[in-house]
Structure formats: structure tokens, C-alpha cells
């Protein structure tokens, strides 16, 4: 053989070893690519579900330059706006109530929300805990409080909520797997998102925190008064 000939085979050898490990390369990094954004969101969410009581002394934020008897009488103002958000709970005492007003893809949002199910479970027993939506990070904010709207038509507010809180940052995809899994379908959910009656119920919410001067999430009301972000040790103190 050649020297010629020797030097093409081995040329060719060569670029097809690294023509096969670049393109295994490739499919690597874009499968990493993929994955990345999913563990991250994983960390995320294991990191707050492990920390909450450390996160929340951190995090209150959204301080109003309201004076007290500004806030007292928005309170008394609209009071039965505020009331009238949802709840799994029919009845109950209005004025003993928690109302809550939360984005999905907020991490003190979910901070709260884990807490009031295991750190202050037994301390508000048996009081109401009102949701309003309110939306404010994202567009995927938006598509996932649309969907909890629905979900609250349907019966399955609760469910859909736990759910959402449950992933770091929920998509409009994440709610119609849920709606799947309880048996309806993407059209179906889609009709009920798009219809004038959600439109208005999420307005109504966003409007309310609007004359509330409630401009961050989560925000509180409990006992006359606005806790504006997340602090536990605060929204115990409120609670007595």
C-alpha cells in the first residue's frame, strides 16, 4: 500500500472516530441541556420544602407605606370583596379567616403554603383560609391561576393547588396533566379557561389587590390586618 493511500485511511479513520464522538458529544449536551432546568427546579423545591422555617424569617418583604388606619379602613372597605375569594370551606368565621393572596411560581408562596400544612396546622384549625389569584411573575403565572379558577369550578381547587405548589415552577402544561389525570379533557379544559367567567373572576381578584395596595405575593390578611410577604414568626403573631 501507498504511503499516500496509508495517510487517506488513516485520515479517514480518523475523522470518522471523531466524527461518531462528536456527534455522541452533541447528544449529550443537549440532553443535559434538557435535564438541567428540570434538576434545578427539583433542588429548588427540595431546598424550600427542607428550609421553609429558615426562608420565611428572610422573607418579609413588600413593606406598604400605608399608615394602619389607611390599611384598617381599605379592610373595611372592601370587605366583602375580600371574603369572597375561594375556599374549600363553606361557612365559617369570616373575621377568624386567613385570606390569601399568592402567584403559583412564587418560592414564599410556597414556603407559606407548606407551612400552614405542617408547622401551622394545628394553629389554624379550624380557621377559613380564603384564596385570591394574583398573578404578577410570569405569563406562566397567569395560565396556571386561569387554571385554578377552572379547577375551582370543577370541584378540585384543593387538589390543583396542592399539585402546583408541589412542582417549583408550574407551567399551563403541568395544570392540563392534572386535569388529564382526573378524567377531563384538554378541550373540555380549554373551553372552560377561555370563557368571559374566568376572565372575570382572575380581574376581580387582581383588581382587589389593586385597591388593597397589595403589590407583591404572598400577601396576607388576618385579624384587621396585611402581613405583606412571607415571615412565620409575623403571621404567628398575627394569629393571636
Known amino acids: 500500500m501507498s504511503k499516500l493511500k496509508i495517510e487517506n485511511f488513516a485520515t479517514s479513520k480518523f475523522i470518522k472516530e471523531w466524527g461518531v464522538f462528536g456527534i455522541f458529544l452533541i447528544l449529550t449536551l443537549g440532553v443535559l441541556w434538557k435535564l438541567l432546568p428540570l434538576y434545578i427546579d427539583y433542588r429548588i423545591s427540595l ?3 427542607n428550609n421553609h422555617s429558615y426562608i420565611s424569617d428572610l422573607s418579609a418583604r413588600g413593606n406598604s407605606s400605608l399608615s394602619k388606619i389607611d390599611e384598617l379602613n381599605l379592610l ?3 370587605r366583602n370583596e375580600i371574603f369572597d375569594g375561594i375556599s374549600d370551606i363553606k361557612g365559617g368565621d ?11 411560581n412564587c418560592s ?26 394574583l398573578p404578577i411573575l410570569s405569563q406562566s403565572s397567569v395560565d396556571v391561576a386561569k387554571l385554578a379558577i377552572v379547577a ?17 415552577h ?25 370563557s ?15 385597591n388593597l395596595k397589595i403589590e407583591g405575593t404572598p400577601a396576607i390578611i388576618l385579624n384587621g390586618e396585611i402581613l405583606r410577604g412571607w415571615n412565620e414568626g409575623a403571621f404567628r403573631k398575627l394569629l393571636f
Open 94 to 104: 369570616l373575621d377568624r379567616s386567613i385570606v390569601v393572596f399568592s402567584d403559583y
Open 170 to 194: 408550574p407551567t399551563e402544561q403541568d395544570g392540563f396533566a392534572f386535569f388529564q389525570k382526573a378524567g377531563f379533557s384538554r378541550d373540555r379544559i380549554i373551553k372552560l379557561r377561555d
Open 47 to 49: 431546598y424550600i420544602k
Open 196 to 210: 368571559d367567567r374566568v376572565a372575570e373572576n382572575l380581574e376581580k381578584d387582581i383588581q382587589l389587590a389593586k
Open 76 to 78: 373595611k372597605k372592601y
Open 108 to 133: 414564599f408562596c410556597k414556603s407559606a403554603e407548606i407551612a400552614f400544612g405542617n408547622d401551622l396546622k394545628k394553629v389554624i384549625n379550624g380557621r377559613k383560609i380564603i384564596y385570591h389569584e
Open 152 to 168: 375551582n369550578e370543577l370541584g378540585l381547587y384543593k387538589g390543583f393547588r396542592a399539585a402546583m405548589i408541589e412542582i417549583a
